[in-house]
């Protein structure tokens, strides 16, 4: 008899603490658009009279990118609060050609840049704002492999004096990285699937090139690069504990008969 009892305060205690705090454990996958910005600004010297050169170009570019996720989420009554590691691919690209470079005909060059796989780790606190929907936010670290591309055509009578080139021929990468802030709603459909909508804004740090002596006339250039991503995404996650469904239907829905029996059966043992 003492045994049973001991057992019976055990298992409500058990279900009184899953109530104040649930874990729950996903994956996913999102896949939306992205809005890339690239900011090129470059230093040179005009190989004629060696008088310094700058510029800025700007690159933008629309296109699909996606990710899958995996986290670890804590829900405690109305309060949530996630840990998500998330890895994707951006594939937005951007070129621009400059054709008649110095007003030399036939002088034309072609550059493209690009961002390319990113990871990324993040805090994700949230609020239910109504029964299975949750409002959340999120900050973290992200990386991402940038890429740049150069291609020119110089006709071949072409002489040192006759044009100059800002620029390379040839491609390099760079690994940068930077801050991710977003937004989202998720809904959950049962204890195992939801969908999320979310906006995400992706800052990276400014990376540098530097070219000496490696293009057209040998004219040294350093290019900085100043990156940003704007990113609306949807997303399926399935969920291994439901640990975010359960604590939303004991918060928001009314007392359930099980908890009021089970609290009733604690009271009897004394």
């Known amino acids: 008899m003492k045994l049973n009892k001991k057992i019976m305060i055990m298992s409500a205690a058990t279900l009184a603490l899953s109530n104040v705090m649930a874990m729950d454990y996903y994956v996913g996958a999102m896949g939306g658009v ?6 090129q600004q470059y230093t040179s010297v005009e190989p004629t009279t060696l008088n310094p050169v700058t ?5 933008n570019a629309t296109a699909p990118l996606a990710n899958v996720y995996a986290g670890v989420a804590l829900n405690h009554k109305r309060l949530h609060l996630g840990l998500e590691g998330i890895v994707g691919s951006n594939f937005a690209k951007s070129s621009q050609s400059i054709h008649d470079v110095q007003g030399v005909s036939g002088a034309n060059i072609k550059v493209t840049q690009g961002m390319n796989g990113f990871v990324g780790l993040a805090l994700m606190p949230g609020i239910n704002i109504s029964n299975n929907n949750l409002l959340y936010l999120r900050a973290g670290f992200v990386g991402a492999n940038f890429s740049t591309k150069s291609s020119s055509h110089i006709p071949l009578d072409t ?3 006759d044009a100059w080139y800002l620029g390379y021929t040839g491609s390099k990468s760079h690994f940068a990285l930077g801050y991710q802030l977003g937004v989202g709603v998720e809904s959950y459909f049962s204890q195992r699937l939801s969908m999320r909508l979310e906006y995400s804004y992706m800052q990276f740090s ?4 530097h070219q000496d002596g490696t293009y057209l006339w040998n004219m040294p250039a350093t290019f900085t690069y100043k990156p940003h991503a704007s990113n609306i995404m949807l997303g399926v996650t399935y969920h291994f504990g439901g640990g975010g469904y359960t604590a939303k239907n004991n918060v928001v829905l009314p007392a359930m008969d099980e908890q009021s029996s089970d609290a009733n059966s604690v009271k009897s043992l004394y």
Do not use: A, E, V, W
């Open 34 to 39: 992205s809005f890339l910005d690239i900011n």
């Open 55 to 59: 510029g800025l170009r700007q690159f």
């Open 206 to 209: 400014p990376f540098k090139y």
């Open 159 to 161: 002489t040192k004096n």
